[in-house]
């Protein structure tokens, strides 16, 4: 088991991507949470197994069909096992 913290910017808020990252984690039956963050990026925190999260993590620098990712950086952590579903916060 892993955590992760992945950050993308581009085109991403406004274009579905939180949807996206939620179906897509909740398919590989990972948790944690999605959101917007106030500077046009968007935050993803993961916990579950590594190749799940990189997977979701190939995934995610794809993004949905209107979204346009830029950059996506991704920290690896010991998970804390906080997270009961994976979710989008605001």
Same mark, same amino acid.
């Given at each position: 088991?892993?955590?992760?913290?992945?950050?993308?910017?581009?085109?991403?808020?406004?274009?579905?991507?939180?949807?996206?990252?939620?179906?897509?984690?909740?398919?590989?039956?990972?948790?944690?949470? !999605? &959101? *917007?963050? =106030?500077n046009g990026e968007v935050l993803?925190?993961? #916990?579950?197994?590594? /190749?799940? $999260?990189?997977?979701?993590?190939?995934?995610?620098?794809?993004?949905?069909?209107?979204?346009? !990712? &830029? *950059?996506? =950086?991704?920290?690896?952590?010991?998970?804390?096992? #906080?997270?009961?579903? /994976?979710? $989008?916060?605001?």
């Open positions: 088991m892993k955590r992760a913290e992945i950050i993308v910017n581009g085109l991403v808020q406004g274009v579905g991507f939180r949807y996206y990252v939620l179906r897509h984690a909740q398919k590989l039956g990972l948790k944690g949470y !999605v &959101k *917007n963050l =106030f993803t925190v993961v #916990e579950g197994e590594e /190749f799940k $999260i990189e997977e979701l993590f190939n995934l995610i620098k794809i993004g949905p069909p209107m979204s346009d !990712v &830029k *950059n996506a =950086f991704i920290k690896w952590f010991e998970p804390k096992n #906080e997270f009961t579903k /994976f979710e $989008i916060r605001y």
